[in-house]
């Protein structure tokens, strides 16, 4: 039995959303998509945001959605790629949470992401590069945060949640 929210984080293109429904359905928990829920309250889609208010901008409203989410009921939440740029963020998901990073190598999240024009941080010259310094920024982020550290690379989303259901049930810290 889970009684603590856990917070999917990882790069764009790791699979926090996909994986994260199959992960709720499997725990038997809502969903929640933090992108999804920024969207729905401001009525203005994600580059819109970023070409309006800036990055900065975008990363104050993330933050907002964070905190309330995390106040809300137990549940599986897919975050942004950027969520753990901010120390409160970060402390956010520490304190009311298990985190998931769910990590994939720089080839397969170019490969994931290439097709989806939606990604501000990636509308560059080279994405493939785009997405290693991100990658470099990032990581050692997503690894202070973790609780559990998932490889997505070699797996299909079912079997990357089925993973993650085996390691908060063999992990008593988790619970």
Same mark, same amino acid.
């Given at each position: 039995m889970i009684s603590r929210s856990i917070f999917l984080v990882g790069p764009m293109g790791a699979g926090k959303s996909t994986i994260g429904k199959l992960l709720a359905a499997q725990l038997q928990l809502p969903f929640a998509d933090s992108d999804k829920v920024l969207e729905d309250r401001t009525g203005a889609d994600i580059p819109w945001i970023f070409d309006v208010e800036g990055e900065a901008g975008f990363r104050r409203r993330e933050s907002e959605v964070l905190r309330d989410l995390c106040l809300g009921p137990t549940q599986v939440i897919a975050t942004g790629g950027g969520i753990v740029l901010l120390e409160e963020n970060r402390q956010r998901l520490r304190k009311y949470g298990l985190v998931v990073y769910l990590q994939a190598s720089?080839?397969? &999240? &170019? /490969? @994931?992401? *290439?097709? !989806? *024009?939606? @990604? =501000? &941080? &990636? !509308?560059?010259?080279? =994405?493939?590069? @785009?997405?290693? /310094?991100l990658l470099e920024q990032r990581d050692p982020l997503y690894r202070e945060v973790a609780d559990i550290i998932c490889d997505t690379d070699h797996c299909t989303p079912k079997q990357a949640a089925q993973m993650v259901v085996e390691r908060l049930s063999r992990d008593p810290a988790t619970q």
């Open positions: 720089a080839d397969q &999240l &170019l /490969e @994931r992401t *290439s097709k !989806n *024009s939606n @990604r =501000p &941080l &990636l !509308n560059v010259a080279d =994405p493939g590069a @785009r997405i290693i /310094e």
